[in-house]
């Protein structure tokens, strides 16, 4: 199994607090959630924190995919962590952190570790895929968190973000 890592990095001009209470939000997953995915949530239990769960379901096409998720390693304030226990990956390991920087700003950090499943035939199959939707992804739950904050309220998937790196 390669285990592989996706980093996503926005600087957010609110507290690192302010941020993390965002995603702690009861609906925070659908804000985030991008039009053109279809996700559903078919049961929930807890929020963010350690031992809480999420069962997802997502289609492409006539496919239709479940993935459970718990979440694990919370920091209230800085981070919090939801590992695959079921799902279409091999391994899924993604890590949100929320790191101070300066005075009321913060650094939005998504850090996924992943693990396609059927080894080098998935990563040579699927890889490139897999990679481009990260990056679409999480360019757009980046663009919609800034979008909070800033001032802009447009939380659109084509509004670029003021400072990524």
Do not use: N
Not at 78 to 93: I, S
Not at 115 to 125: H, K, N, S
Request: proline letters at 7%; charged letters at 25%.
């Amino acid at each position: 199994m390669r285990l592989r890592t996706f980093l996503k990095r926005t600087r957010i001009p609110a507290s690192a607090e302010a941020v993390f209470a965002w995603h702690a939000a009861p609906d925070a997953l659908q804000r985030l959630t991008p039009p053109w995915t279809r996700v559903r949530v078919v049961t929930r239990s807890g929020g963010i924190e350690p031992g809480a769960r999420v069962l997802l379901e997502i289609s492409f096409g006539p496919l239709r995919l479940r993935w459970l998720a718990e979440h694990r390693d919370w920091i209230p304030g800085r981070e919090f962590t939801d590992v695959q226990l079921a799902g279409p990956f091999a391994c899924w390991h993604h890590t949100h952190r929320f790191l101070p920087y300066g005075r009321d700003e913060c650094i939005l950090e998504d850090e996924v570790r992943y693990a396609l499943p059927l080894g080098r035939l998935g990563d040579w199959l699927a890889g490139w895929y897999v990679r481009r939707q990260l990056e679409r992804l999480f360019a757009f739950r980046h663009r919609v968190t800034l979008s909070a904050f800033d001032g802009s309220g447009t939380g659109s998937p084509d509004a670029a973000p003021a400072v990524q790196s």
